[in-house]
């Protein structure tokens, strides 16, 4: 099982970047899928989640309004869409793919498989 994370890169405050989330061995769609991200020094922090049937979405106050999650089950893709980035949204974004229980999916707990990251870096 590997889940793929890439799309990450150097940009200025204000600019977007899609971050993409591919998956093999499993079948994405029968997961609920996360993003979290870890900055230098920080915690690996909760950022959106996505249940299987993509109805259901969750975002970190931090994020919410700029930030979009989605999936593409026909590619086994889920992708974060990141619009208005700022430069304390720089970080090691992770996806993750598992069974979390909350409504909010934000438990890391829940994820089985976890990609190898990408890293965001926004400049002022």
């Known amino acids: 099982v590997q889940l793929q994370a890439s799309g990450g890169g150097l940009v200025q405050a204000g600019d977007s970047l899609r971050l993409s989330c591919a998956a093999s061995?499993?079948?994405?769609?029968?997961?609920?899928v996360g993003w979290f991200r870890q900055a230098p020094g920080k915690e690996r922090e909760f950022v959106a989640s996505?249940?299987?049937?993509?109805?259901?979405?969750y975002y970190a106050g931090s994020v919410k309004g700029r930030f979009a999650i989605s999936r593409d089950n026909a590619k086994n893709t889920v992708y974060l869409q990141m619009n208005s980035l700022k430069p304390e949204d720089t970080a090691v974004y992770y996806c993750?793919?598992?069974?979390?229980?909350?409504?909010?999916?934000?438990?890391?707990?829940?994820?089985?498989?976890w990609g190898q990251g990408t890293q965001v870096t926004v400049s002022s």
């Open positions: 993750a793919a598992g069974f979390p229980i909350t409504s909010t999916m934000m438990e890391r707990s829940g994820y089985r498989y």
């Open positions: 061995g499993i079948t994405v769609s029968r997961y609920a």
């Open positions: 996505i249940r299987q049937s993509a109805t259901n979405t």
